[in-house]
């Protein structure tokens, strides 16, 4: 059974290339309608995207537990990319240290057990804030986005810089905006942990902090297909022990904690007399050694139960320069929520903050937040105007959202979608603290809902029509003034329809002539 292992790692590394590659890939070498097929068996966004949106689509984490329910914790082993992040680092450092092998450990259920409940407890208090804090997936992608993505495109700007000076434009270079601190520093702990972890302890972490891991461990308990050791062929060697990166094999007892196991199979591979094998667990055997009685199997049914029922780049802002700083601090009173997340309550509630909306932001408007939704909101993805502004005619974001906090959204429908109103602060504008034409809110706002009109002087000044304000904030995005800004966009805390602006706006021309500031 050799095999099996080879199958694996091959799984394995297709899952980690493929999620690793949606995540870095800033020229959309995959199209985003691939996103769901690669994403499927994610396991807390597949379960958190059923509650929300029951569809086939979302089915992902219904195949995982059937899969721990006959071969135990393949989940971990092959499609988690942590898991497979975890085994990389692993051989990379026993290659650079010559060797380094591993041996029983203690289970640390209390640990493991104590990190699950308080998980799922703490979903009606905080919503996803410690789901999404400790899930594998998020925290991959956290890693990619905020740590990983930065460097690449360091790397892209320097090549392309390097291929510039002698004459070839094939790579050309990529506008590199706001970066969190918030999001690099808890990115850098949990990469650190990992690596710390993962060196020392193999899959410590899967055995002890990450929850996914410990929920599949208690149905992989009564899975149908296990790791067994015939205790006729073992010649008690140990070699098997060695190579667990579960350290859950008793080599002296013959026992395998499979609660634990992550079915590596590497131990099949390194066992000399062929002792180790996958075997089907007859029907007349006594799972967890008689002592299995109904009260855990009641336990296991209420905790399912329980568990079950949870619920363009292509715009640059003005080069006029204010002499005077704006002194209107600016009253934001609601966070502004991507398109697709419909409302604050049921974005919060489902987003786990995995930051695969950020990594395919066109134009990087979408930042991790640190309190702008509360605590429970922490890393969760905001629309930070000040960066950037969203596309009037793009909706990537809620293409590849795998938990649904984000929600498909046709085209169409998504240039209607109001995510707030555009709020103008007169005291701060250029036009009336320094008798300036500017204007550039009007130039870009895509429905004309900022448009000038007659001021004094023959000066013209922003008038907004909240009617056809769609809450982009390009007009936030492109109004100089400073600190405070003169126009900004107040979130919906329920998103609503704006009205289609009629064609006359849409065609109105504005002659600034010698005065328009571009």
Known sequence: ????????????????????????????????????????????????NFIYVIAVASIGFIIVLILAVFFGRVYCSSVCPIGTFQDITYNISNKITGGRFFSWSKEFKWLRYSILIITILSIPVLGMLVVGLLDPFSNFGRILTNLIRPLLFLMNNILALILESIGSYIIYPVDI?????????????????????????????????????????LISRVAIFKIKINEDKCDSCGACATVCKAECIKDDSKEIDFERCVVCFNCISECPTSAINFYKVPNSQKIFDGKFNKSRRRFLSDFWSFAAGISGLGFIQVKIIPEKESTIRVNRLAPVTPPGSKNVSHYNSTCTACHLCISVCPTQVLQPSILHYGFEGFLQPRMDYITNFCKYDCVLCTEVCPSGALQKTLLNNKKLIQLGKSKFVKENCVVETEKKA???????????????????????????????CVGCG???????????????????????????????????KIDYKEEFPF
């Open 1 to 48: 059974m050799a095999y099996l292992k080879k199958i694996r790692v091959a799984v394995s590394l297709l899952f980690f290339i493929l999620t690793s590659v949606i995540f870095l890939d800033y020229i959309q070498i995959i199209p985003s309608g691939l996103y769901d097929y690669i994403l499927f068996l994610q396991f807390v966004p597949s379960v958190i």
């Open 177 to 217: 905006m706001e970066f969190s601190i918030a999001g690099i520093l808890f990115s850098l702990i949990i990469l650190s942990t990992l690596l710390l972890m993962s060196v020392k302890r193999g899959r410590l972490f899967c055995n002890t902090i990450c929850p996914v891991g410990t929920f599949l461990g």
């Open 438 to 468: 500017c204007g550039a809110c009007s130039e870009v706002c895509p429905t004309k809902a900022v448009r000038m009109i007659p001021y004094k002087d023959k000066l013209l000044i922003p008038e907004v029509k909240n009617e056809y």
């Open 474 to 508: 390009a007009c936030e995005y492109a109004c100089p003034t400073i600190p405070y800004k003169a126009i900004y966009v107040d979130g919906n805390p329920e998103h609503l329809k704006a009205e289609k602006p009629p064609d006359e706006i849409l065609e109105q």
